[in-house]
């Protein structure tokens, strides 16, 4: 019994916890020289429901985009999916700049945002830019 008894109180203390999370870039990244348009700001989101720590979507299906130019290293799927959602609302947009993220977690969480069971949301606010002709030669 005496052993049971941790268990049971972490069970019972942490069942229907809420995590939010907010990060930005660290560093910022400088524009190469070409002929760009940096836009609005733009919002995507995406959520994912958790069962016994795997995300149901991804069992099914997958939507979203992969993400090039080691944009997406370490990004969960929610990540790449409101990523891929912010695009798609932005329809002239090629690229996004700086992007911001917020996580919020709901449900039974052991560590991190990811939760056992429950569901994790991320919404993506970034610049929109957009590639007009493409690199331009160096002023010297």
Same mark, same amino acid.
């Not at 941790?6 to 560093?27: D, E, Q, Y």
């Given at each position: ?46 959520? #994912?429901?958790?069962? *016994? ?5 991804? $069992?099914?299906?997958? @939507?979203?985009?992969? /993400?090039?130019? !080691? ?40 560590? #991190?945002?990811?939760? *056992? ?5 991320? $919404?993506?606010?970034? @610049?929109?830019?957009? /590639?007009?002709? !493409? ?6």
């Amino acid at each position: 019994m005496a052993r049971i008894l941790p268990f049971v109180f972490v069970l019972t203390t942490s069942v229907g916890c809420a995590h939010n999370s907010r990060t930005i870039p660290a560093a910022a990244l400088p524009l190469a020289s070409a002929d760009y348009v940096v836009g609005d700001w733009i919002e995507g989101e995406a959520c #994912g429901n958790y069962l *016994l720590g795997f995300r149901l979507a991804s $069992l099914f299906q997958y @939507r979203g985009g992969e /993400l090039s130019g !080691g944009f997406g290293w370490g990004l969960s799927a929610e990540h790449k999916e409101a990523i891929y959602d912010a695009l798609e609302n932005a329809k002239t947009a090629t690229h996004l700049f700086a992007p911001r993220y917020r996580v919020s977690s709901n449900g039974f969480i052991l560590l #991190g945002t990811r939760p *056992l069971f429950g569901q994790r949301c991320v $919404l993506v606010s970034a @610049r929109t830019v957009t /590639l007009k002709s !493409g690199p331009v030669p160096r002023a010297k």
